[in-house]
């Protein structure tokens, strides 16, 4: 079988289960095994899988045909121009929240060293990505998943990013402990839409999706403690769910009475992230 055989049989396979990306997927498959680009793909279409490759392919193409998201299958995921390691342990990173990095850099250009805590980290694609592209920050990752604190580790290292790393929920995992920046993308799905969710979302861990009856649990949480962990002029810049920014920059306004606050729009033109400046002096 021919490399652009093998293509076609798995677009055709993922095409056939309900994939929504079946031949970038393929694509991705391919490229991982062969060792080749999009490119190479294209212009070397008419060489030959070997038997031990074929039967690799074949087993990555059970899997994704199953339902299983690619990044698992390929056990990593390209966020901010970075490359993450991700599994069954932790939520896969997407390009909505790389709207909330964006704006977490935006705020920390106006400032000098700075202390950035990221809650919920899970693969440490937010705070990761803050202590690569922001030389002054010294940047926190907690969760209360040790087994996402694991890849988040594993993925610090792989960046060579000199982070504090702590387990616990919430802020208690850094005491009393005071930020310049706090970020975080918390569970948002309300409880009852969890068993609606795409069949590959549904592979990703329930405790990184439920936010609980409305959605909002976490950030009720997050808000009401914001005040005690937070310096004077500091900011927290959260992602939300579709609809929900509202009601979570009302929970920051409520408990932070902020100089400024308000909400980004990502790529689609959707409110996904809400923030909030503390008054400097406060």
Not at 196 to 212: I, M
């Amino acid at each position: 079988m021919t490399i652009s055989d093998w293509l076609r049989h798995a677009q055709g396979v993922l095409t056939e289960t309900g994939c929504p990306d079946p031949g970038i997927d393929a694509r991705w498959m391919a490229e991982d095994v062969l060792g080749m680009t999009r490119v190479d793909l294209k212009f070397e279409g008419d060489r030959e899988v070997t038997p031990a490759q074929l039967t690799r392919l074949n087993g990555m193409l059970a899997r994704r045909a199953a339902g299983e998201p690619v990044q698992y299958i390929l056990e990593r995921a390209d966020f901010m121009g970075l490359i993450f390691h991700v599994d069954k342990r932790v939520l896969i990173p997407r390009q909505d929240t790389e709207t909330l990095v964006e704006h977490a850099l935006i705020e920390l250009s106006q400032r000098g060293e700075s202390r950035v805590l990221d809650l919920c980290t899970g693969s440490g694609c937010v705070g990761l990505s803050i202590a690569s592209l922001a030389p002054l920050a010294r940047v926190t990752l907690t969760d209360i998943s040790r087994d996402a604190l694991e890849v988040a580790r594993m993925n610090a290292g792989r960046l060579s990013a000199d982070v504090d790393i702590r387990h616990g929920d919430l802020y208690r995992a850094v005491g009393r402990r005071r930020f310049d920046l706090i970020v975080s993308n918390p569970p948002y799905i309300p409880h009852i839409q969890l068993a609606d969710l795409q069949r590959e979302v549904r592979h990703e861990p329930a405790l990184a999706l439920d936010g609980g009856r409305d959605g909002l649990d976490l950030y009720r949480r997050i808000a009401h403690e914001v005040p005690d962990h937070l310096n004077p002029g500091g900011a927290i810049c959260l992602e939300v769910g579709i609809g929900e920014a509202p009601d979570v920059l009302a929970l920051l306004r409520d408990a932070l009475s902020p100089a400024d606050s308000g909400a980004v729009r990502d790529l689609n033109g959707i409110e996904r992230v809400v923030w909030a400046r503390t008054r400097a002096g406060n």
